[in-house]
């Protein structure tokens, strides 16, 4: 059997580390989007590493807001960053006597710079950190490895976001990186299947790691500290994107607790949802998956998103609840449909990895840039946002992201396709506007799903299948429970109403039954507007 372990990279074999009982190495773990303790590559090896060279070992985080700001990162995702960190300091603490520091360090750069500092200032050796995809990201690793190779420290990274790493699933005539999914997800299966997955569990440091990192500025050593340094980076970046505009519709402070309610933090939290939903919701999850007033999906992808629970720990407790169920027989469709989500998540970073260039919001099928006239109405931009188009299903769906910062998969799917096929505005303002909201937001599976849905990236369908919202809506939401739910303005039309456009209109013309809801009849003309973007998407570009 073939292994699919992370492989380190970027490890430049300096032996610097090398034990002297005067002088004991000290190792640094440096946390970013992988926030547990649990099968965490890089940390798992820090750990061995100290203990064979009888090492010290302490941990890092850097609060990024220059770098939020940058990358549209939602503030129902900074705050759960801010409620995991104190969690993940106790558990480091408690299970393998490591101190985690947390210090604000706006941007990039200044993160390189602190580094550099802590490095020098308390005679560190190694960093080790898990791999990161995108390009502000890849840029700030390689700087530092420069920076860090003057002064003979090493800095490892080891692949750990993906079940399998990127550039492990390839053409099978070349080492090119599959352009759609249904090829990459077969290869993915097969090689999980003759592979040994492993989880990587970390070993505690011994007992006499009592090293905190000195001297360091606008940081938090204790647990306490951690969270009220946390707690004010949040406030502060509340404050910051309560002054732009793109926020002004939107209750804050009310997305915020409902986030707070819905994912309580950490990985004990995200391990017992998965434990959950394995022994429950995944038994039906082919048929309810699509369903969003059945909220019959995991909800993990918050906890993914930060890493507060490892993607091999769901891939593998889902292929033992098959083997348990139907033993060698891997049939079970609800099962292999959750799997095959798992895979979504990793061909979206494979990709990414293979096309960089991504990152700079540049259409996968780069004559798709040239060729379509994309729309930039501000005001048919701003009805979407609000969910005040006057299709039921989208609006519902918005105000739901608004109001709690989630919105379920098939209704991703129905506005995106709403905005780009209907509305015909470039998928790339509802991307940036998807990241501001979303708690799981994550630019390899935003940027993946906003380009699927546009008719720009690896879809493998044709771009004349438009999704028709109405009949989206009559399919997933048949009782028009969703709908009634985000829009109570409606909650007295028949559902049969609510899944015909011609049927709304009339009931919400000056003379209908429903004239005096204030809802807004629908903003386009559902089957005008897809025979429009197909003319553009056919023309000669
Ligand atoms: P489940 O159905 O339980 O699936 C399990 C896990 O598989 C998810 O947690 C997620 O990590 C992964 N997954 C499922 N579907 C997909 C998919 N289509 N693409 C990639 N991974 C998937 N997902 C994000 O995590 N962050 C995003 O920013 C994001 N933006 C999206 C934007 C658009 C326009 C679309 C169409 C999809 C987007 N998705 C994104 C994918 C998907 O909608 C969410 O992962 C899913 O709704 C999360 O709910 P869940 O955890 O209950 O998923």
């Known amino acids: 059997t073939a292994s699919a372990t992370a492989n380190p990279t970027d490890c430049n074999d300096s032996d610097s580390g090398k034990a002297t009982s005067a002088n004991p190495p000290h190792y640094l773990m440096w946390f970013r989007r992988d926030l547990r303790v649990h099968d965490n590559t890089a940390l798992a090896a820090i750990c061995e590493r100290a203990n064979e060279d009888n090492a010290r070992v302490s941990a890092i985080f850097f609060l990024t807001p220059k770098q939020w700001q940058a990358h549209d990162t939602s503030l129902v995702q900074v705050d759960h960053i801010a409620r995991t960190l104190p969690i993940l300091a106790k558990a480091l603490q408690e299970q393998l006597n490591i101190n985690l520091i947390v210090q604000v ?37 390689e700087q530092l490895t420069e920076q860090l190779g003057k002064s003979d420290i090493e800095f490892v990274r ?27 997800y077969k290869k993915w299966r097969h090689t999980l299947e003759v592979s040994e997955i492993q989880m990587h569990e970390a070993p505690a440091v011994s007992d006499n790691n009592n090293v905190t990192l000195e001297p360091t500025e606008n940081a938090a050593k204790t647990v306490a500290e951690i969270e009220s340094l946390s707690t004010r980076a949040l406030e502060d970046y509340q404050e910051q994107l309560q002054s732009d505009d793109s926020y002004q519709h939107l209750d804050m402070s009310a997305q915020l607790e ?3 309610d819905a994912y309580p933090a950490g990985e004990t939290a995200a391990c017992q949802r998965l434990e959950d939903f394995i022994t429950e919701d ?14 019959a999906t995991s909800q993990l992808s918050a906890y993914l998103t930060i890493g507060a629970i490892s993607p091999r720990l769901c891939y593998l407790q889902a292929n033992k609840a098959q083997e348990k169920l139907h033993g060698n027989d891997s049939d079970n469709n609800d099962i292999n449909r959750w ?19 991504l990152i700079r919001h540049q259409a996968y099928k780069h004559e798709t840039d040239t060729k379509i006239n994309w729309s930039y109405n501000t005001d048919d931009f701003n009805k979407w946002c609000k969910g005040m188009t006057g299709v039921p299903l989208v609006d519902a ?51 993946g799903g906003w380009q699927w849905s546009a008719s720009t990236g690896t879809d493998s369908a044709p771009y004349f299948r438009i999704m028709n919202p109405f009949s989206q809506a009559k399919t997933h939401d048949t009782k028009g429970e969703f709908i009634k739910t ?18 709304m209109r009339k009931a919400l013309s000056k003379k209908g039954d429903f004239a005096d ?25």
């Open 105 to 141: 360090c706006p941007s990039f750069s200044d993160c390189n710079e602190a580094l550099l500092d802590i490095c020098s200032a308390n005679h560190i050796s190694a960093i080790m950190a898990n791999h990161e995809y995108e390009g502000n990201e890849i840029d700030r690793d």
């Open 158 to 184: 080891w692949h750990d976001q993906c079940i399998l790493p990127p550039q492990t699933i390839t053409t099978n005539d070349g080492d090119s990186m599959y352009q759609v999914f249904t090829p990459f």
């Open 258 to 260: 409902h986030a707070r």
């Open 282 to 295: 995944i038994n039906n999850y082919d048929v309810s998956r699509d369903v969003p007033s059945l909220h």
């Open 339 to 357: 799997i095959s989500e798992l895979a979504w998540r990793d061909f979206y970073r494979h990709v990414l990895d293979y096309k960089p260039e």
């Open 397 to 447: 769906a918005m105000r739901c992201l608004n109001a709690t910062g989630f919105m379920h998969n098939r209704l991703r799917m129905v506005t995106a396709m709403f905005l780009t096929k209907d509305l015909l505005i470039d998928w790339r303002w509802g991307e940036r506007y998807f990241m501001q909201q979303l708690i799981d937001g994550d630019f390899a599976s935003n940027n």
């Open 486 to 503: 985000w829009l109570p303005e409606l909650k007295d039309i028949p559902a049969t109403i609510l899944h015909s456009e011609e049927k």
């Open 517 to 541: 809801t204030g809802y807004p009849v629908p903003m386009v003309e559902h089957k005008a507007a897809r025979l429009l973007t197909i003319a553009e998407f056919k023309k000669e570009g």
